[in-house]
């Protein structure tokens, strides 16, 4: 009879064992969806400023990210007659955010006056490397449409 005890006991053991890990398995939350990180290709220039200006320097950035001040104060510095720089806060422009999909920051964006992407990054971004792309994206020397790599971050 002990024995028939046992096995009843070791029987209910693992029945539980088996509906707790059932449980778990079913109330255990999936993996967030990983980010696209992706800059956008296309901008409608009339979403920014002075959208009859041959080009549009954007930098996408949040208030919290500790590099999009520098990328943006390096951005700042292409601005000129032909070339608009505008930087767009998340909190204060959470609408173009949504708009154009950004999930990273700082992205930054080079468009020309059709809206169209010629470089983008994501990331932190050297003042030589940004001026360099815009020096290659305003020269009319260069066929190619575009000024540099658009970035996935890196």
């Not at 969806?33 to 009859?52: G, H, I």
């Not at 422009?93 to 949504?98: E, F, G, I, S, V």
């Amino acid at each position: 009879m002990e024995d028939v005890v046992w096995r009843l006991l070791l029987l209910g053991a693992v029945v539980a064992a088996a509906v707790a890990v059932s449980w778990r398995r079913r109330h255990v939350r999936p993996a967030p969806t990983q980010p696209r990180t992706e800059v956008p290709a296309q901008l409608d220039r009339t979403d920014f400023s002075a959208p009859q200006s041959p080009w549009l320097v954007v930098v996408f950035t949040s208030a919290t990210c500790a590099t999009c001040g520098d990328v943006a104060r390096k951005a700042a510095v292409l601005a000129s007659r032909e070339v608009v720089v505008q930087e767009v806060e998340y909190v204060r422009d959470r609408a173009l955010h949504d708009k154009y999909r950004i999930d990273a920051v700082p992205a930054t964006v080079i468009a020309d006056a059709d809206g169209v992407t010629r470089y983008g990054r994501l990331g932190p971004v050297s003042a030589t490397d940004l001026w360099a792309a815009m020096a290659r994206c305003r020269d009319p020397q260069l066929t190619t449409l575009q000024c540099g790599d658009v970035s996935e971050g890196g």
